[in-house]
């Protein structure tokens, strides 16, 4: 009786490995984290780029196979130059919130590529060429798609890395009033945990320890 008690916690304990590997962004997982990206404002003028980054927190959820629901909300600073003389190295401070549906392509790998698209809701400080602040509208939309990969440590962590471009619906985010809306690209690195129902190998053991005691 205990060779078989043995032999079966053993298997459960087998089937819980195998399950680690090979379902990592299976049906009903969430991940909760935290991310950190480097912006670069593209514009749509003669203001001069540089990098700037945002940070705060990573959302994902996988209601099927091969689909994912992912979200985003931080803060972020884009940076630039003005193109009045003297020239200054201003700041564009935005809080938002997005969210995207992703394509993962290998939903059940240690590695998961997937591409995705969505849009996110800002609130930003509008900026004259000189850099000053321009009274107005701070409310915008950005329209955003890019790549990534999802690098899986185990069932419960992975390493998000990812690009993106990110079209916007203004053109004061570096001072240029020109028609054109401004962008800027975004590349940056996600680290989750993940939380997912074990329930079905949870009653499996609790009824094998009541057999057992019988």
């Not at 049906?27 to 990098?51: E, H, R």
């Not at 690009?163 to 989750?192: C, H, M, Q």
């Amino acid at each position: 009786m205990r060779t078989l008690q043995r032999c079966t916690i053993v298997l459960l304990v087998c089937a819980v490995a195998v399950t680690s590997l090979f379902t990592q962004t299976r049906s009903g997982k969430l991940g909760i984290g935290v991310s950190g990206n480097l912006d670069y404002i593209l514009g749509d003028g003669k203001a001069q780029s540089k990098l700037g980054g945002d940070g705060g927190a990573s959302l994902f959820y996988s209601p099927t196979n091969y689909l994912g629901l992912r979200a985003n909300f931080g803060i972020g600073k884009l940076r630039w130059e003005t193109v009045t003389i003297p020239k200054r190295t201003k700041i564009t401070d935005y809080l938002y919130g997005g969210g995207y549906i992703s394509l993962d392509m290998s939903p059940t790998s240690v590695l998961n590529p997937f591409i995705f698209g969505g849009g996110a809701v800002v609130f930003f400080t509008p900026r004259r060429a000189d850099g000053t602040f321009k009274p107005g509208n701070i409310f915008d939309i950005h329209i955003s798609g890019g790549a990534g990969v999802d690098y899986f440590l185990s069932e419960f962590w992975s390493i998000t890395f990812k690009g993106e471009y990110v079209y916007t619906g203004s053109r004061y985010y570096n001072g240029d009033d020109t028609s054109g809306k401004d962008s800027f690209l975004r590349a940056g690195v996600e680290i989750r945990y993940y939380f997912f129902d074990q329930s079905v190998i949870k009653k499996l053991l609790d009824a094998l320890k009541e057999r057992y005691k019988k």
